[in-house]
Nanobody, 117 residues
Framework: QVHLVESGGGLVQAGGSLRLSCVAS????????MGWYSQAPGKQRELVATITPTGTANYADSVKGRFSISRDNAKKTVYLQANNLKPEDTAVYYCNVRLFVGSADYWGKGTLVTVSS
């Protein structure tokens, strides 16, 4: 059984940084894309960033130049380095993993990021 375990959320002041991590516990491999999504209060979940197994990254326009996604395939872990955080980045951040292209999505339970002004 695959479980996504997220860590790294918390409270930070505007302009600060956080590093989120997500490990695909129980997975023998992760050959598909990994990513992060955010859901602010009262809003729909939306894409923050995704990364392919070969390292090609895709970002939401709102985080380009501030956030960086990376992955360690051997550790089955995806990271999100969030810099220059803004109050509007406040949300629950969810990890998403597909074990291979076209497989079902796995979601983490989410980690809360709160950015104070």
């Amino acid at each position: 059984q695959v479980h996504l375990v997220e860590s790294g959320g918390g409270l930070v002041q505007a302009g600060g940084s956080l590093r989120l991590s997500c490990v695909a516990s129980g997975a023998s491999f992760v050959f598909g894309p990994m990513g992060w999504y955010s859901q602010a209060p009262g809003k729909q979940r939306e894409l923050v960033a995704t990364i392919t197994p070969t390292g090609t990254a895709n970002y939401a326009d709102s985080v380009k130049g501030r956030f960086s996604i990376s992955r360690d395939n051997a550790k089955k872990t995806v990271y999100l380095q969030a810099n220059n955080l803004k109050p509007e980045d406040t949300a629950v951040y969810y990890c998403n993993v597909r074990l291979f292209v076209g497989s079902a999505d796995y979601w983490g339970k989410g980690t809360l990021v709160t950015v104070s002004s």
